[in-house]
């Protein structure tokens, strides 16, 4: 019983198509971050969201946006994916007050050729 | 922002020994949280510890807040323990950083 979960788990793309991401949550919890994992990089924040419809920016988000229309759900999209989107993507759920404790999902691999 | 640092950036241990890592960040925190990722990638949470100690089995966790530090301590360790060990911290409000991580190799 993850609570958090994320799909597709693996997906192989081609430059310049679109890519959603979707992230899904039981818990009811008001914050919800994607990251992205890269050797030599760690982890890194891509958008996050405080709320239904509030969301921002973290370090990377060029070339990123995300929609939050429900609490449980999260989307990440790349409009036109690039070479140097290939990472895996963690999404990551956080409650109130705080944020408190995060708890990740399972991450995502994308490959962009 | 808060800056997180993590040392060493590579243990390697034998099967049985004890291990502590240490978390180093730069501002005041009211959230500091232990996670290991496991060789398929999992991110796992191992503690969330704004302050004091806690324990879980072979593992504890010491966040001295005042001192801006956090260690983790792994006893008797296990090939099982091998992983890459993040701390991250966050201040209210702010968003989770994360350090670069302990990479611990558990040889049997």
């Known amino acids: 019983d993850a609570g958090i979960t994320q799909s597709p788990r693996h997906k192989v793309t081609e430059t310049g198509t679109p890519v959603t991401l979707r992230c899904h949550q039981t818990?009811?919890?008001?914050?919800m971050y994607w990251y992205r994992q890269d050797p030599g990089h760690g982890l890194r924040l891509i958008h996050y969201?405080?709320?239904?419809?509030?969301?921002d920016k973290g370090e990377v988000s060029d070339g990123y946006s995300v929609s939050r229309s429900k609490t449980e759900d999260f989307l990440l999209t790349l409009e036109s994916a690039t070479s140097s989107q290939t990472s895996v993507y963690f999404c990551?759920?956080?409650?109130?007050?705080?944020?408190?404790?995060?708890?990740f999902g399972e991450g995502s691999r994308l490959t962009v050729l | 922002g808060i800056q997180v640092e993590q040392s060493p950036p590579d243990l390697i241990l034998q099967e049985g020994a004890n291990s502590t890592l240490r978390c180093n960040f730069s501002?005041?925190?009211?959230?500091l949280q232990w996670f290991h990722q496991n060789p398929w990638g999992q991110l796992i949470n191992l503690f969330y510890?704004?302050?004091g100690t806690k324990q879980n089995g072979r593992l504890s966790a010491t966040t001295v807040a005042t001192e801006r530090y956090s260690l983790l301590y792994i006893s008797s360790s296990q090939t099982t323990d091998s992983g890459v060990y993040f701390c991250?911290?966050?201040?209210?409000?702010?968003?989770?950083?994360f350090g670069p991580g302990t990479r611990l190799s558990v040889l049997p």
């Open positions: 818990e009811n919890h008001r914050y």
């Open positions: 990551a759920m956080a409650g109130s007050p705080g944020p408190g404790e995060l708890f």
């Open positions: 991250a911290a966050s201040y209210y409000g702010q968003n989770f950083v």
């Open positions: 510890i704004p302050s």
């Open positions: 969201s405080y709320g239904v419809k509030d969301t």
């Open positions: 501002d005041s925190v009211n959230n």
